[in-house]
C-alpha cells in the first residue's frame, strides 16, 4: 500500500469508466492527491457530471474491489513499488526488463539494448 486511500481511489477509476469518464476521472484525482478519502472521491463524480447514484453505488457496493486486489497482486509479482513503472519486453525473444521510476530516454534506450 502507498497511500491510505489507494485501494477505494483505484476503485474509484473504475467506476467513473462505467460513465465513459476515466480519463477526467484521473486527472480530477491527481490535481486532488491529498484528498482521496471516499467524500472526495464521490464529490469528484459529481463535479464532473457523473451520474452520481450509479457511481456511489459502486464504490460503496465495493464492485472493483477483487479487480483491483487482483490487479496489484499481479504488479507486486512483477516488482512493481509505485509509478511510473514500466515492463520492456523483446517480443521475439520473450526477454524482458523492467524501469521503475521516471528516468531520461537514454535510460529507456539502455534498456531496450540489453534486451536484444
Same mark, same amino acid.
Given at each position: 500500500q502507498?497511500?491510505?486511500f489507494?485501494q477505494?481511489a483505484?476503485?474509484a477509476y #473504475?467506476?467513473?469508466n462505467e460513465? =465513459?469518464k476515466?480519463?477526467?476521472?484521473?486527472d480530477?484525482?491527481? %490535481?486532488n492527491?491529498q484528498?482521496?478519502d471516499?467524500?472526495?472521491?464521490?464529490s469528484?463524480?459529481?463535479?464532473l =457530471?457523473l451520474?452520481?447514484?450509479?457511481f456511489?453505488?459502486?464504490?460503496?457496493?465495493?464492485?472493483?474491489?477483487?479487480?483491483?486486489s487482483?490487479? #496489484?497482486? #499481479?504488479?507486486?509479482?512483477? =516488482?512493481?513499488q509505485g509509478t511510473?513503472f514500466?515492463v520492456?519486453?523483446? &517480443?521475439? &525473444?520473450g526477454?524482458a526488463t523492467t524501469i521503475s =521510476?521516471?528516468?531520461?530516454w537514454s535510460?529507456? %534506450?539502455s534498456?531496450i539494448?540489453?534486451?536484444?
Open positions: 502507498i497511500h491510505p489507494d477505494k483505484a476503485e #473504475l467506476c467513473a460513465q =465513459g476515466y480519463l477526467e476521472y484521473h480530477m484525482q491527481f %490535481e492527491q484528498a482521496l471516499t467524500a472526495s472521491l464521490k469528484y463524480a459529481s463535479k =457530471g451520474n452520481t447514484a450509479q456511489n453505488s459502486c464504490l460503496d457496493d465495493n464492485k472493483y474491489k477483487s479487480e483491483v487482483k490487479e #496489484l497482486a #499481479l504488479a507486486t509479482s512483477f =516488482g512493481v511510473p514500466f520492456i519486453v523483446n &517480443t521475439k &525473444t526477454d =521510476g521516471a528516468y531520461p535510460q529507456f %534506450e534498456a539494448q540489453s534486451i536484444k
